[in-house]
Structures are given as structure tokens and as C-alpha cells.
């Protein structure tokens, strides 16, 4: 499975703004700008706005199927994903990823649902993407 996006930008780095495109045509011509990147206040999406529901998206999905694996049926799983980027002397940097979850798995045992998180914390394919990443972190409720 191979997955696309298209991306344009016009004008200066600091005046102008681009638009990024999903392959799927879920998004088209959606805005973003280093303006709204780096200073907020300005309509439009961030590279890290993305990578930050990639990452969730991929581990609420590790996690279902790590539950899955060991035979536990999650009641839900809701994961959102803050994504830092930092513009330092030798130019920007992500330097967070932090996950937070919350699981329901009736009649499981706690300490196993933990485990299969941090499981998947470590395994989704986002993660292992974002490996130059300084912090990935996981702030987990589970409800058995």
C-alpha cells in the first residue's frame, strides 16, 4: 500500500503559503504557511498538524490490533497526538510527540492493556518513522 500527497508554495518563505493535497482527495488545496507553522493565529494546517494525526491515527490502530493479538476486545480507543516543532540556530526541529489514550476494555486486565500500549507506543509504523524524535510519550488511561 503506497499513500500520496502533493504539495505547492507560492511567494517568499516568510510572506508566502503553499497547499498541500491528499492522494485519497480527502483534502485539496488545503492552506498552510510558516506563518501559521511557527506563530499560530493563521488559518490552515502545519506539517507536524499532520504528523500529529498520523501518529495518532497509527497508534489507536497498533493498539486494537495489539489487543486484538492477545485475544482482548476493546470497548474504545480514543487517542489524541501534540506534535512540537522548535525553530532552533540550525533551523526547525520536532522535538515532541506526545500520544494520550484513552482505552476501554471490559473485564481485561489492567496491567496487560499497559503493556500492549507501550507495545504500541514502540511498534506503530508512525513511531518507528519518527525514531529522530528526542520524546515520544504516552499518557494512558485504561478503564477495564
Known amino acids: 500500500m503506497k499513500s500520496t500527497a ?4 507560492a511567494g517568499s518563505m516568510t510572506e508566502g503559503a503553499g497547499k498541500i493535497t491528499a492522494g485519497s482527495g480527502l483534502f485539496k488545496d488545503a492552506p ?6 511557527f506563530e499560530g493565529g493563521v488559518p490552515g494546517t502545519t506539517p507536524e498538524e499532520l504528523i500529529a494525526a498520523a501518529h495518532a491515527s497509527c497508534y489507536t490502530m497498533a ?33 515532541k510527540s506526545a500520544l494520550t489514550c484513552k482505552v476501554e476494555v471490559p473485564g481485561a486486565d489492567a496491567a496487560k492493556v499497559r503493556e500492549i500500549a507501550e507495545g504500541a507506543k514502540k511498534g506503530c509504523p508512525v513511531s518507528k ?16
Do not use: H, N, P, Q
Open 63 to 95: 493498539l486494537g490490533f495489539g489487543l486484538m493479538r492477545a485475544k482482548m476486545s476493546a470497548k474504545s480507543i480514543e487517542t489524541g497526538c501534540e506534535v512540537e516543532v522548535v525553530m532552533g540556530s540550525a533551523g526547525a526541529d520536532i522535538t
Open 6 to 9: 502533493r504539495a505547492s508554495w
Open 32 to 37: 498552510y504557511s510558516a506563518k501559521g507553522r
Open 129 to 144: 518513522a519518527l525514531a529522530g524524535v528526542k520524546d515520544i510519550s504516552l499518557a494512558l488511561d485504561v478503564k477495564v
